[in-house]
């Protein structure tokens, strides 16, 4: 007997990967930046979708934890999937930036009370079940890609308050606290996850498996910071500001180094994974964070490039984001497919001999 598309769908959502809100990361910032081209149809038919994917992801966590609370329960107690919790903030704030450049930086405000709420909570629940309250040890063996989203959720915190602070006049303060200090927490959680990751490279044996796309996002935890940082120099005078300035703009450029270097081996990482060991390159929610670091990059690149005149950073992030484009094409088709054929098209029914 064929499933029944109650079955199928219920399945799927008991099975929802805590990282699918990287979908609405990598369709958000590449509608940014195709904004910062000039764009428009393109970014905002890539608005959009990142609403309405943003909408039914939601949708389908409240359904997940109504429905799979212990699903749910258990995510939050692996260290291999928990981080990817955070792609919610991150997902909510990249969303809400790019609705700022549309004109509506009310509804920025809001999603960044929402996603700043979601941060506080999650940055002290989710280290704490998934890490310190672990009684397997050691943890590090668990320690993956995923770990670098909790600096890019902090990060999205950065770029949503630095965005919104030329408009509201009173809050002006407030906001540049909040967005030199979880910049500032952002750069130590990439310290600390840059340091937990390696020594889970260097101490156990990583097989082509293992080597999953998530770990694309050390790249990309990098260009949201360069944005965070640019954005940060570009905000106007308050106290936490003018002492962080020279700082906070030198080391943009550092990281920006960084992640450029980072590219040539993510890349070869691929090509070993998938070409020389032979692993099926089929779709899975984790290719997202493929996506969304690609288009982080020439973002930071093009708006770097742009706010302190470096016109070879703002070409190479130009040449990136049709890069980012491109995969994210590629990306959502095969989404569709897959979606298609496990949840929307009926299982085929057995056949009875007689």
């Known amino acids: 007997m064929a499933d029944g598309f109650g079955a199928r769908l219920g399945r ?51 359904a997940r934890l109504t429905l799979h609370r212990t699903a749910m329960v258990s995510d939050f107690m692996d260290p291999g999937r928990a981080f990817g919790f955070f792609t919610f903030v991150a997902g909510t704030n990249v969303l ?40 397997e040890r050691p943890v590090v063996r668990s320690a993956n890609g995923t770990w670098f989203i909790w600096v890019v959720a902090s990060q999205s915190v950065a770029v949503a308050a630095a965005t919104i602070e030329p408009v509201f006049d009173q809050s002006r303060r407030g906001l540049a606290v909040l967005a030199v200090m979880s910049w500032s927490v952002g750069v130590a959680l990439y ?22 796309p998530p770990y694309w996002v050390s790249m990309g935890a990098l260009a949201i910071t360069v944005l965070a940082g640019a954005r940060i120099v570009e905000m106007a005078d308050a106290p936490m500001v003018a002492v962080t300035r020279d700082l906070v703009a030198g080391l943009a450029v550092v990281f920006w180094a960084f992640a450029t270097w980072l590219i040539p081996v993510l890349i070869a990482a691929g090509w070993w994974r998938h070409v020389h060991c032979r692993v099926p390159l089929i779709y899975e929610a984790t290719l997202w964070s493929i ?27 130009r040449v990136v984001l049709w890069v980012a484009l491109a995969t994210w094409v590629i990306v959502f088709v095969a989404m569709c497919s897959h979606v298609l054929r496990t949840v929307l098209a009926p299982s085929p029914r057995p056949t009875v001999r007689s």
């Open 12 to 62: 799927a959502v008991e099975g929802l990967t805590p990282g699918y809100f990287a979908l609405v990361m990598a369709t958000g910032i590449i509608s940014v930046g195709t904004h910062l081209e000039g764009h428009v149809l393109v970014s905002d038919a890539l608005l959009a979708l990142c609403a309405g994917a943003f909408v039914v992801l939601l949708v389908l966590t409240v």
């Open 96 to 135: 809400g930036v790019r609705l700022g450049l549309a004109g509506h930086p009310s509804v920025t405000a809001g999603l960044l009370v929402a996603s700043g709420l979601a941060w506080l909570v999650l940055g002290y629940v989710v280290p704490w079940t998934a890490v310190l309250g672990r009684e």
């Open 191 to 212: 310290c600390a996850a840059g340091l937990i990751v390696s020594l889970r490279l260097m101490l156990y044996e990583l097989g082509p498996l293992e080597l999953t």
């Open 291 to 317: 996506v969304f670091p690609l288009g982080m990059y020439a973002v930071a690149g093009i708006y770097l490039g742009r706010a302190d005149h470096l016109p070879l950073v703002e070409g190479v992030g």
